[in-house]
Antibody, heavy 122, light 106 residues
Framework: QLQLQESGPGLVRPSDTLSLICSVS??????????WGWIRQPPGKGLEWIGS???????YSNPSLKSRVTLSVDTSKNQFSLKLSSVTAADTAVYYC??????????????WGRGTLVTVSS | DIQMTQSPSTLSASVGDRVTITCRAS??????LAWYQQKPGKAPKLLIY???SLESGVPSRFSGSGSGTEFTLTISSLQPDDFATYYC????????FGQGTEVEIK
């Protein structure tokens, strides 16, 4: 069955750019039925949607993070990625990649990766 | 942006209890609401979508109801595996989550 797996550095310096990749296995990221997204969770806190991308490259980002977020997709590698610039300690979180439907009716996240902890510290 | 508020923040209950969690939206979201269960160190798991539709494989003791701005998640008879944190999420306008409700053992 389809699985998602996050990868990337676990430690990022303040003011640097956080970069993560989500690898999709067991299915194609090129499906017209889904968007692929990122959600984060600071330690001991709740969930925050970061952004979502379609296989064509169309994106949506959280307005509160939009100026710092770059989303991209590589259909040849069945991967999508997140870049978050100018990070601070407030960006320390577990970062999840997840799948949602491409229509409004399918806007919930039905499949998640295991998550990866990214710590921002010097 | 749409704010989601859950109550209570923490709920103490016993096995076999009927449990209800409430989620309120700051404006109408029709039925564009999902519920997730999260256990420590794990990713959230989808339970309910479109306010009341049960995700495949989720036990029938879980149910959702509501529309507009007020929603509930009910567990009809709490089981040991159900002690976890529950989140609501709206997908009417962008995507936002409630702050979570921890269901703990009484």
């Amino acid at each position: 069955q389809l699985q998602l797996q996050e990868s990337g550095p676990g430690l990022v310096r303040p003011s640097d750019t956080l970069s993560l990749i989500c690898s999709v296995s067991g299915g194609s990221i090129g499906s017209s039925s889904y968007y692929w997204g990122w959600i984060r969770q600071p330690p001991g806190k709740g969930l925050e949607w970061i952004g979502s991308i379609y296989y064509s490259g169309s994106t949506y980002s959280n307005p509160s993070l939009k100026s710092r977020v770059t989303l991209s997709v590589d259909t040849s590698k069945n991967q999508f990625s997140l870049k978050l610039s100018s990070v601070t300690a407030a960006d320390t979180a577990v970062y999840y990649c997840a799948r949602r439907g491409s229509t409004k009716a399918g806007g919930y996240f039905d499949l998640w990766g295991r998550g990866t902890l990214v710590t921002v510290s010097s | 942006d749409i704010q989601m508020t859950q109550s209570p923040s923490t709920l103490s209950a016993s096995v076999g209890d009927r449990v209800t969690i409430t989620c309120r939206a700051s404006q109408s979201i029709s039925s564009w609401l999902a519920w997730y269960q999260q256990k420590p160190g794990k990713a959230p798991k989808l339970l309910i979508y479109k306010a009341s539709s049960l995700e495949s494989g989720v036990p029938s003791r879980f149910s959702g109801s509501g529309s507009g701005t007020e929603f509930t998640l009910t567990i009809s008879s709490l089981q040991p595996d159900d002690f976890a944190t529950y989140y609501c999420q709206q997908y009417s306008d962008y995507w936002t989550f409630g702050q979570g409700t921890e269901v703990e053992i009484k």
